[in-house]
């Protein structure tokens, strides 16, 4: 995510990038299409695709790219995170009780 951020920011007079977004509350991070300048108002994925496909036909492509790699980075952090949460469900369920033994010899 951080490099696709980085790129998106590398970009000489550009209208749009890309940044970083967390959900406190759960800790979901997602990467999302933030406006440049004044406003640096979030837009979806379609406004920015609006955005970008009046550049010229070069430009337009890397910003496609980048944003399919993005939407990419963003559905894997989910699919790792539901993996994450069900490997946990797992260990709490698997864990064994764990009683004192006496230790030989001591009274």
Do not use: C
Request: aromatic residues 10%.
């Amino acid at each position: 995510m951080d490099e696709l951020i980085e790129a998106s920011k590398r970009v000489h007079g550009g209208h749009i990038y890309l940044a970083r977004h967390l959900r406190a509350s759960t800790g979901y991070t997602f990467l999302r299409w933030r406006e440049a300048g004044g406003s640096k108002r979030h837009l979806s994925w379609e406004l920015a695709q609006q955005m970008y496909s009046a550049y010229q036909q070069r430009t337009r492509s890397w910003y496609a790219q980048l944003s399919e790699q993005a939407m990419k980075a963003n559905d894997e952090h989910v699919r790792l995170r539901k993996e994450i949460r069900m490997i946990r469900r797992r260990l709490i369920r698997s864990e064994r009780a764990v009683y004192a033994k006496a230790i030989p010899g001591s009274k």
